[in-house]
Nanobody, 122 residues
Framework: QVQLVESGGGLVQAGASLRLSCVAS?????MAWFRQGPGKERELVAT????????EYANSVLGRFTLSRGNAKNTVHLQMSSLKPEDTAVYYC??????????????????WGQGTQVTVSS
């Protein structure tokens, strides 16, 4: 069982930046961040494969968020800039032991973190 531990959420004003981090107990094929706002479905924010290649992003965060592999073992970081009130959500780290495809489907991921709240005030 892969354990995922998230950190870095909080309350910020619009336009500010935050960095979320996720540490996995072991390496899997693909890592991702999803978010779920009040009354909304869980949606993909960004995803990346451990073996290489560029991260993929939701259109709503493209150019503002950056997902990267951390220097520490089995760590990924989501750098969020120019935050907007509509970014307010619980953010979940996810890991896929299998193909992780389709990468934007929550059901493609086997393991989930507990979630961290991000609140952006206007």
């Amino acid at each position: 069982q892969v354990q995922l531990v998230e950190s870095g959420g909080g309350l910020v004003q619009a336009g500010a930046s935050l960095r979320l981090s996720c540490v996995a107990s072991e390496r899997t094929n693909r890592m991702a961040w999803f978010r779920q706002g009040p009354g909304k479905e869980r949606e993909l924010v960004a995803t990346i494969k451990w073996t290489g290649g560029s991260a993929e992003y939701a259109n709503s965060v493209l150019g503002r968020f950056t997902l990267s592999r951390g220097n520490a073992k089995n760590t990924v970081h989501l750098q969020m800039s120019s935050l907007k009130p509509e970014d307010t959500a619980v953010y979940y780290c996810a890991a896929a032991g299998g193909s992780g495809w389709p990468s934007n489907w929550p059901s493609s991921y086997n393991y989930w973190g507990q979630g961290t709240q991000v609140t952006v005030s206007s």
